[in-house]
């Protein structure tokens, strides 16, 4: 018996560098994989390589900032694979430039993905957990949240938030049987923190800063993230909710 057999998970974002590797740690361990991402071929490629592994999933496109897609994408989702039982908010955007210099339209574009993405999401998703009186619920955030990082204000913002949101609806919702938790990642290696870097003055110089401040003394990998994420979606944090855990080499 593994931890997730016969359980159906919606990783958001499951097409990019930690939700892949999420999809992947559910799969091996017997989930049933609904892969969502406004990428379709990511998501695609993702649910391929689970399928030829001997696992279960399923790609969906869906753009999170847009209601319709995920009411029509958990919909499906849920036809094909079963009610959801673990929801992870992955899906999220960077950009890496002082406030100042930031304009209205990126404040728009980050809170309509890391922040109104992931209202969509849970809204969508937790009606019918409240029905089933069962749900694990896992938020990605940002270590942003916790201490702030300059050149991500407006993202940093955003990831407070939906800690705030975590942490709120933890309470609302724990008498349904349904846990939310957080994971903040720090630098980790992925297409994000490539693309964050890009908007540095020396993309290289700006990397190393990161590895440097981190005491573990490396990049977190996707891996690492997809443990802690796993764990709060499991039955082994059961009696945990409304928690915020930093996965950043410490
Ligand atoms: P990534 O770029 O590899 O993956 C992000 C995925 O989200 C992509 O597949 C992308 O297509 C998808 N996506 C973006 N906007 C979307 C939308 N509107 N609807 C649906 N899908 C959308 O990045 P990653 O590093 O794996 O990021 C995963 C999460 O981790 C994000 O929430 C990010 O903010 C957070 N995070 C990452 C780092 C890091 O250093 N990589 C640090 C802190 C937090």
Redesign the pocket.
């Known amino acids: 018996m593994q931890r997730f057999d016969g359980k159906t998970v919606i990783v ?2 499951g ?5 892949g590797a999420a999809c992947r740690r559910f799969a091996q361990e017997g989930a049933r994989v609904a892969v ?4 379709l071929p ?1 998501a695609e490629k993702v649910a391929a390589a689970i399928r030829t592994a001997g696992g279960q999933a399923a790609a969906f496109q ?4 847009q209601r319709p897609q995920v009411d029509a994408a958990v919909a499906a989702a849920e036809a094909q694979l079963g009610p959801i039982a673990v929801l992870v908010n ?5 950009v890496f430039k002082p406030f100042t210099k930031t304009v209205p339209a990126e404040w728009d574009k980050l809170i309509a ?2 922040l109104t ?1 992931a209202l969509h999401m849970h809204h969508a998703v937790l009606p019918g957990m409240a029905d089933r009186k069962a749900g694990r619920i896992v938020n ?5 949240a916790r201490g702030g990082s300059s050149g991500e204000a407006v993202y940093a913002a955003c ?1 407070g938030g939906l800690v705030a949101l975590s942490k709120t609806l933890a309470r609302e919702h724990a008498r349904q049987g349904i846990t939310v938790n957080v994971v ?5 290696d ?4 490539a ?1 964050v870097a890009e908007g540095a003055r020396d993309p290289a110089k700006l990397i190393d800063a990161f590895k440097s401040a981190i005491p573990l003394g490396r990049l ?1 990998q ?1 891996d690492d993230l997809a443990s802690a994420i796993a764990f709060f979606g499991s039955d082994d944090a059961a009696f945990i909710t409304g928690q915020v855990i930093s996965v950043s080499g410490g």
């Open positions: 958001t974002g097409g990019g560098g930690i939700g969502f991402d406004m990428n990511a869906c753009d999170i900032t992955n899906a999220g955007w960077d993905i890391n993405g990605v955030a940002s270590d942003a990831k903040c990642p720090g630098p980790t992925t297409a994000l923190l693309g977190g996707p």
